[in-house]
């Protein structure tokens, strides 16, 4: 069965990458939530997609220039015109510890690739294995060096590399740094790649898949997950196709 994972939580209809979001997520049906991580200036692992706050929050400024105080006063639900209530940037902390009540996956993305956060890799495995959820958290970046450096730190904690380009047999690069999955732009993917890496033994989470033919095409294929902004909407394809194939 293909997973169906919340990008940034349910962003699709709450502001993206808040505990709003995971838990209409969670609510919703998904199986598990994508996030993105970045360091504030006093070193807490911060959950924000932007290196810095200006899109998402009423501040402004990059992350590593705020501290995790600051960083708690901003609302990340501001841009969100049904959001009426405050929604602060979330600690991964604050995030892990509720996914300790339920048994949804959690595909965190290291944000590295612009501003190489000394020590992040360090600091979000670390909580990983304090509440004990190395089995349903999958790490991923666009910095490849990065998931290797987690890989020999956790060989535990799956990795799975994200790829915004075509890569020449990704199932046989993932094995080479010991990924167990792989999460492509789904615009670059080739079918004969899905069922190649798939019969390989490599999960292939496309994201950010919000069409519902694309999700149709992919769920038939037989991907290990999708990654979207509307989890309602893939679980109801998901639902359809199983429905019909019976």
């Known amino acids: 069965m293909t997973l169906i994972f919340a990008h940034r939580g349910y962003s699709a209809l709450y502001p993206e990458n808040t505990m709003l979001a995971f838990k209409q997520a969670e609510q919703a049906g998904a199986d598990g939530i994508e996030l993105d991580v970045q360091l504030s200036k006093d070193?807490?692992?911060?959950?924000?997609?932007?290196?810095?706050?200006?899109?998402t929050t009423n501040g402004r400024g990059y992350v590593k220039d705020l501290s995790y105080s600051d960083l708690k006063r901003l609302d990340a639900g501001f841009r969100v015109k049904t959001n009426l209530k405050k929604e602060p940037i979330p600690s991964l902390r604050d995030v892990l510890e509720w996914l300790t009540g339920n048994k949804m996956i959690c595909n965190i993305e290291l944000k590295n690739g612009i501003f190489p956060y000394q020590g992040m890799e360090e600091k979000v495995i670390e909580l990983i294995r304090e509440y004990k959820l190395e089995k349903r958290i999958v790490l991923s970046s666009f910095n490849h060096y990065s998931i290797v450096h987690c890989y020999r730190m956790a060989p535990e904690i799956e990795t799975a590399p994200l790829m915004g380009q075509v890569v020449y047999m990704p199932w046989v690069y993932a094995e080479s740094i010991r990924a167990k999955g792989i999460h492509p732009k789904y615009k670059t993917l080739k079918d004969e790649v899905i069922l190649q890496s798939e019969q390989y033994g490599i999960s292939v989470r496309p994201y950010t898949v919000n069409k519902e033919k694309n999700m149709a095409h992919l769920i038939k294929l037989g991907c290990s997950a999708i990654i979207t902004d509307d989890p309602v909407r893939a679980l109801r394809v998901r639902h359809r196709l199983e429905k019909e194939s019976k």
């Not at 070193?43 to 899109?55: K, L, M, N, P, Q």
């Open 43 to 55: 070193g807490e692992v911060v959950v924000i997609h932007d290196e810095s706050v200006d899109r």
